[in-house]
């Protein structure tokens, strides 16, 4: 008799590569998902820049990761080797100016899909769309399709469930409950890579950016550019700083150093002749339009004050009130908790039972790290399959 196939839940970047892995040699894989298409969110990641991993070196990569136990898998299966993947498959790539790695020019994200669900369906997987995991033991899922319920017997499972945003892409975290009711460890899912409401009003500045600024929170700093919206502020330094103030209680007042490149002294300097704030804050300190704007939120005493100015300038201070909901925000931090799992990613009380991508617990800002570590541990699962049982 032989042996039941591989089941595989959830077409995200993580389940979509440990199918592929494993199909190709030669593993019978059966995929289950329950929208009616592939990989919503993937798509989704690909409106605004389809940023599949970073181009920098491996060490100073695997620090944007909070947990060790995610570091070695990226490790293994690393910046390089997302790269040599999507090129064997066919998906050339190339490196942006800040070092993401994008698909070639001209590759729409969709195309990036159907690369790879083509490359599926070549090696035999089969997905099912439609189906909806509600349940799994230590031999086989339990899934619904259109309000029949069936069983399934697999001979290992993989669980890519994704994490708690945009739920209407799929990834809407009702494994949470299912896992905590068999016992399993889950850190809470909180909002990552998340814009943060601000007790000022910017919504006159909406849409407007600030480049190069660094953006300061305690000891950590992050340079880049921040975005106004008609809630607070969003972008890379904002998502940056998610992990570091998520644990202290709100209000949280972070800083903005709107010139970098001069210290406090030389600001201070450039504005002595205080009869000319604005045109020196132009001319002399070139700071950009946005910049300018936002001095208009500073009290008279400050801005015609150069000292107080200047310090101003170094040390805008940006009252934090709150996260944006989670369902809007880029990831979930959070998730199957390492504790739960051994090193392969097996669920300790369930051997057999797998869990990859953005459901376990780690986190990581944008610029590619998300969708790696998704496609690392399924690399990783999938090999260590590979290795300890035959395809037939
Ligand atoms: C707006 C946005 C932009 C992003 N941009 C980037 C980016 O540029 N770079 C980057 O690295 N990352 C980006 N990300 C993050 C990245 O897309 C995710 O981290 C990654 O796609 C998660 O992959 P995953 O495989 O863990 O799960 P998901 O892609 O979330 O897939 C999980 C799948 O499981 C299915 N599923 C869930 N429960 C069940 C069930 N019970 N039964 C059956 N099926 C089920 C869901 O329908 C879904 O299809 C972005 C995210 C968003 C929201």
Request: proline share 4%; hydrophobic share 40%; aromatic share 10%.
């Amino acid at each position: 008799m032989s042996k039941p196939p591989i089941v595989i839940i959830g077409t995200g970047a993580a389940g979509l590569i440990a199918a592929q892995r494993l199909a190709k040699s030669g593993f019978k894989v059966h995929v289950y998902e329950q929208n009616k298409a592939a990989a919503r969110k993937f798509l989704v990641a690909g409106h605004g820049g389809f940023n599949l991993t970073h181009s920098e070196d491996i060490d100073t990569f695997v620090q944007r990761y909070d947990k060790i136990e995610i570091q070695k898998i990226v490790k293994y299966f690393d910046n390089q080797s997302t790269i040599a993947w999507l090129n064997n498959l066919g998906i050339p790539t190339f490196i942006g100016s800040s070092g993401k790695i994008f698909p070639a020019k001209g590759i729409k994200p969709i195309q990036v899909l159907q690369v790879i669900l083509r490359k599926l369906a070549d090696s035999g997987v089969k997905i099912h769309y439609g189906y909806r995991m509600i349940d799994f033991d230590e031999e086989s899922v339990t899934l619904s399709y259109k309000g029949e319920r069936l069983q399934t017997p697999y001979q290992k499972l993989i669980l890519g469930l994704g994490g708690g945003s945009w739920s209407k892409t799929g990834s809407d975290a009702k494994w949470v409950d299912l896992f905590r009711a068999k016992g399993i460890k889950i850190s809470t899912l909180q909002p990552a890579n998340s814009g943060f409401n601000t007790k000022t009003d910017f919504s006159i500045l909406a849409g407007q950016v600030l480049k190069n600024i660094h953006l300061k929170f305690a000891e950590h700093t992050k340079t880049g550019e921040i975005v106004f919206t008609s809630y607070g502020i969003e972008g890379a330094p904002v998502y940056y700083l998610n992990r570091f103030i998520r644990q202290n209680p709100f209000p949280i007042t972070l800083f903005l150093d709107l010139k970098p490149s001069y210290a406090l002294e030389s600001v201070e300097k450039e504005l002595e002749n205080k009869a000319h704030i604005a045109s020196i804050l132009k001319d002399k300190l070139k700071l950009s339009q946005t910049a300018i704007l936002l001095t208009k939120f500073m009290d008279k005493a400050t801005y015609t004050n150069p000292i107080k100015l200047a310090q101003a300038i170094k040390n805008f201070p940006i009252e934090v009130t709150s996260l944006r909901p989670i369902d809007e925000v880029i990831s979930t931090a959070g998730g199957v908790s390492f504790e739960e799992l051994s090193d392969s990613l097996e669920l300790k009380k369930y051997p057999a039972v797998f869990c990859v991508g953005e459901m376990l617990d780690w986190e990581a800002p944008t610029g590619g790290y998300l969708l790696q570590a998704c496609f690392s541990s399924g690399a990783w699962v999938a090999d260590y399959i590979k290795q300890h049982n035959t395809a037939s």
